[in-house]
């Protein structure tokens, strides 16, 4: 599978970087940035079609927890992965948010990311190098 549009929401700009190159290496054509929730709002709000969200949960501002209310808030049912380097737990309580607000949950990652595991929790196969 791979994806034409990724907003990856995160506060770090090196993480953010490694990410859409790892996207631009398996054919993603647009990959949009926000460093907290109100940006991907916004940036949400101005495209009509983002394939996938990369959320970080510990952010400045709106954070990834008040993301998700949004999202729930405003219907948003785009596909979403949550990848953070916060406590397993709030990883966890997030998952469980998550899939109650019944979003489209596609599963959560630890900082630092294993890339091997994201391709396979994205279903993305090794076509580029």
Do not use: C
Not at 11 to 35: G, Q
């Amino acid at each position: 599978m791979h994806y034409s549009s990724v907003l990856i929401v995160d506060d770090d700009p090196v993480f953010r970087t490694t990410l859409e190159a790892f996207f631009a290496l398996h054919e993603t054509k647009t990959v949009l940035h926000a460093s907290e929730g109100a940006q991907a709002y916004a940036a949400l709000s101005e495209r009509q079609s983002i394939d996938l969200i990369v959320l970080d949960l510990n952010m400045p501002e709106l954070d990834g927890i008040e993301f998700l209310a949004l999202m729930k808030e405003h219907g948003l049912h785009v596909p979403l992965l949550v990848i953070s380097s916060a406590s397993e737990i709030t990883i966890k309580s997030a998952v469980k948010l998550a899939n109650a607000y019944g979003l489209n949950f596609l599963g959560a990652m630890s900082k630092p990311v294993d890339f091997e595991e994201l391709r396979r929790v994205l279903k993305i196969t090794k076509s580029a190098p």
